[in-house]
C-alpha cells in the first residue's frame, strides 16, 4: 500500500526557472491538495483539487500553477520560482469533502531556490 | 478569518511527566479539529477528528478534547519516543477556510520532547 508519494523529496533551483513537483497516491482519493510550510507560518494552502479537471486557490496561490488530469496525480508547477518559494512542500489527499474528511499527507519535498 | 494558535510552542518534559498541549481557535462554525503528528523530515501524521465540544478521543498514551473554543492533547506518562511537533488544525463547517473551501488551517505546532 504505496499512499501517497512526492518526488522529488528533495530540489534545488535557481530563480527564474521553472520546477514542478510531483503528487501521486494509490487510494483513488478524490480530493487532493497541496500546502507549504514555513518557519514562524506553520502550513498553508496553496490549491486544492475536489476532482480529476476541478481544482481551485488556496490561501497563497500566487506564483503556482497546478492541473489534474488523473485522479492519482497533482503536480505543482512553479512557472518561475522566486526565493520566497523556497519551502517544504506537501501534497495530502482526503476521501471526499462530505465523508471522511481526513487528509492524508505525504512525505513532502524540501525545495531551494537560489 | 480563521485562526489556529497553539501553546506552548515548545515542552520538554521527563519520561513519565504528563502534560497538555493546547489549541485555541477561532472559526465561524467547526466541521472538525484534527490533530497531527509531525516528526523532523516528515509529512504530518494523522491522530485524531473531533467534531463537537465534549468529544474525546484516545489513542495509547494521548487523548484529545474538544470545547468550544479550544482542544487540548493530553499525554499521560509519555516516552522518548513520543517526541514530535504535535500539529493542530480546523475545517470551517461551510467548507471554507483560509481560502481554500476544502482545506485546513492548521496552527504553528507544538514541539514536544521527552526526555529519558
Known amino acids: 500500500d504505496a499512499g501517497i508519494t512526492q518526488s522529488p523529496r528533495y530540489k534545488i533551483t535557481e530563480t527564474g526557472r521553472q520546477v514542478t513537483l510531483m503528487c501521486h497516491q494509490t487510494?483513488?482519493?478524490?480530493?487532493m491538495f497541496w500546502y507549504r510550510q514555513d518557519l514562524g507560518h506553520g502550513l498553508r494552502l496553496i490549491y486544492y483539487?475536489?476532482?480529476?479537471?476541478?481544482?481551485d486557490k488556496g490561501e497563497v496561490p500566487d506564483g503556482y500553477v497546478v492541473s489534474r488530469s488523473k485522479t492519482e496525480n497533482f503536480p505543482l508547477t512553479l512557472e518561475s520560482a522566486t526565493r520566497s518559494q523556497t519551502s517544504v512542500y506537501f501534497c495530502?489527499?482526503?476521501?471526499?469533502?462530505?465523508?471522511?474528511?481526513?487528509?492524508?499527507f505525504g512525505p513532502g519535498t524540501r525545495l531551494t531556490v537560489l | 478569518e480563521d485562526q489556529v494558535t497553539q501553546s506552548p510552542e515548545a515542552l520538554r518534559l521527563q519520561e513519565g511527566e504528563s502534560s497538555s498541549l493546547n489549541c485555541s481557535y477561532t472559526?465561524?462554525?467547526?466541521?472538525?479539529l484534527f490533530w497531527y503528528r509531525q516528526d523532523p523530515g516528515k509529512g504530518p501524521e494523522f491522530l485524531f477528528t473531533l467534531y463537537s465540544a465534549g468529544e474525546e478521543k484516545e489513542k495509547e498514551r494521548l487523548k484529545a478534547t474538544l470545547t468550544k473554543k479550544e482542544s487540548f492533547l493530553h499525554i499521560t506518562a509519555p516516552k522518548p519516543e513520543d517526541s514530535a511537533t504535535y500539529l493542530c488544525?480546523?475545517?470551517?463547517?461551510?467548507?471554507?477556510?483560509?481560502?481554500?473551501?476544502?482545506?485546513?488551517?492548521f496552527g504553528k505546532g507544538t514541539h514536544l520532547i521527552i526526555q529519558p
Open positions: 488544525a480546523v475545517q470551517r463547517l461551510d467548507g471554507y477556510s483560509g481560502g481554500g473551501a476544502d482545506g485546513l488551517t
Open positions: 483539487s475536489a476532482a480529476a479537471d476541478i481544482t
Open positions: 495530502a489527499s482526503s476521501e471526499s469533502r462530505r465523508g471522511t474528511d481526513t487528509q492524508y
Open positions: 472559526v465561524s462554525g467547526l466541521r472538525g
Open positions: 487510494w483513488s482519493h478524490s480530493y
